[in-house]
């Protein structure tokens, strides 16, 4: 009776002249410790960034003798008057001063920014290239050696601790990030289109507004959410322009403004759990916005390399 032949399965060699090391899936090593080793990167980037909101926001519903006591303790009761105490001191105020500033900036600065990306990413005339490295230029620029000028400037206009002198410097300090992001944005879109356009008769304002702009859609959305949070952020140039001018021109100071004045006027009667719930507050808004619109920011970000 015949044995049957038992079938051997041989293993490649893992290594060959010239050949990548590679695991029995057939990936090779190289790719698997890179990839563990971004992962493992990623993750502790993670810890770093999630860490301190979770301990600011558990900080909020402490008690002074908690947060002096055991930093790092879970609260012992759970309020939500800090909150209510945090908005009473003027948190609230700040928050609507905030919002009314970028309820205009930001509108003012993705329609001045896209007007002049999309003449410069499109449009060829002499001192195209000169007016673009003059905006990139602009990025460059640190705000800090512009604040007496600029101060001087402002005041001249008669716009000190005014809404609407706050909102032209925020769109004038944004505008060349966001020329620079956009140009780059329009490049990539099809030229057969904005042809196809121009060949229907439409006019130039017209082919921007209702074809061109609605395929940045990306884009904008991203270079958008940049600029909310550079300028909600933003507090060297509140601090410089929002103050008040006599005894009667009243406070408008904007968030970042305002948790400085809610230290400032504890003094040595500290309330750390109102400072850490106003914080929360002032937090709270560009979380929600950014975890929104995570995918179109990461679309936008991506889109120019992909097309």
Same mark, same amino acid.
């Given at each position: *009776? ?8 041989? !293993? ?14 057939? %990936? +090779?090593?190289?790719? /698997? ?10 993750? =502790?980037?993670?810890? $770093?960034?999630?860490? +301190? $909101? ?6 909020? #519903? ?38 009314? !500033? ?7 600065? *993705? ?8 003449? =410069? ?14 905006? /990139? ?15 001087? &400037?402002?005041? %001249? $206009?008669?716009? $000190? ?7 032209? !410097? ?11 992001? &956009? ?42 959410? #940049? ?14 322009? *929002? ?11 904007? =968030? ?9 006027? &504890? ?8 400072? #850490?719930?106003? /914080?929360?507050?002032? *937090?709270?808004? &560009? ?7 995570? %995918? ?12």
């Amino acid at each position: *009776m015949s044995t049957p032949i038992k079938e051997t399965t041989q !293993v490649p060699a893992q290594r060959s002249a010239g050949r990548t090391p590679v695991r029995a899936d057939g %990936r +090779p090593r190289e790719g /698997v410790v890179l990839n563990a080793f971004s992962h493992g990167f990623l993750a =502790l980037w993670a810890l $770093l960034i999630v860490l +301190p $909101l979770v301990w600011l926001v558990l900080s909020s #519903f402490k008690t002074d003798a908690q947060i002096g006591g055991s930093a790092f303790g879970w609260p012992q009761h759970w309020s939500l008057d800090v909150f209510s105490r945090a908005w009473k001191t003027g948190i609230g105020d700040y928050l609507l001063n905030t919002v009314i !500033v970028l309820a205009f900036s930001v509108p003012l600065t *993705m329609l001045f920014g896209s007007m002049a990306a999309y003449v =410069l990413a499109r449009y060829r005339f002499p001192g195209n290239r000169f007016l673009y490295y003059f905006f /990139v230029a602009g990025a460059m620029f640190p705000v800090f050696l512009a604040l007496v000028p600029l101060f001087f &400037m402002v005041k %001249r $206009l008669d716009m $000190l601790n005014t809404y609407q002198g706050l909102i032209l !410097v925020y769109v004038a300090y944004s505008l060349p990030f966001t020329v620079f992001f &956009m140009h780059a944005f329009f490049r990539t879109l099809p030229s057969a289109v904005f042809e196809a356009a121009i060949l229907d008769g439409a006019s130039h304002t017209r082919t921007f507004f209702q074809v061109m702009l609605p395929m940045a859609k990306p884009g904008l959305i991203s270079v958008g959410i #940049f600029n909310t949070l550079g300028q909600w952020n933003q507090f060297i140039l509140p601090t410089v322009l *929002m103050q008040p001018q006599s005894g009667d021109d009243p406070e408008r100071y904007v =968030l970042t403004q305002g948790l400085i004045q809610l230290q400032q006027q &504890m003094g040595y009667a500290t309330d750390l759990p109102v400072l #850490f719930a106003g /914080v929360t507050i002032a *937090m709270i808004p &560009m979380l929600v916005v950014y975890l929104s619109f995570q %995918r179109q920011v990461q679309a936008g970000l991506t889109s120019a390399t992909l097309k």
